[in-house]
């Protein structure tokens, strides 16, 4: 999750994300390789706006984005709910 997403969902409002957050927070998540292009397409958009291009990965994306939310309690939109359900049903 890129650190003007977190931002944006609310990290200057709780306490903990801005205390606690890093954009490469080790103890939660782990980063993920990705290409330059990748990154510079995916740039602060959220689940609504861009989806990996691999959709073998987009359980992956959907369960870390939901958890990184979760842990720093950072708002979703209903249009990321609803991207996040597609990718999520995906899960095995």
């Not at 602060?44 to 369960?63: Q, V």
């Not at 249009?79 to 990718?87: I, P, R």
Request: aromatic share 10%.
């Amino acid at each position: 999750m890129a650190p003007a997403s977190t931002h944006t969902h609310g990290t200057v409002r709780s306490t903990r994300a801005r205390s606690s957050f890093a954009p490469a927070d080790l103890k939660d998540q782990q980063p993920f390789i990705t290409s330059t292009s990748s990154n510079s397409s995916k740039s602060d958009f959220g689940p609504a706006d861009w989806k990996p291009t691999n959709n073998a990965f987009w359980c992956t994306y959907g369960e870390d984005y939901t958890h990184i939310n979760s842990v720093f309690k950072l708002t979703t939109t209903g249009a990321e709910k609803t991207a996040l359900a597609s990718m999520l049903d995906t899960c095995a």
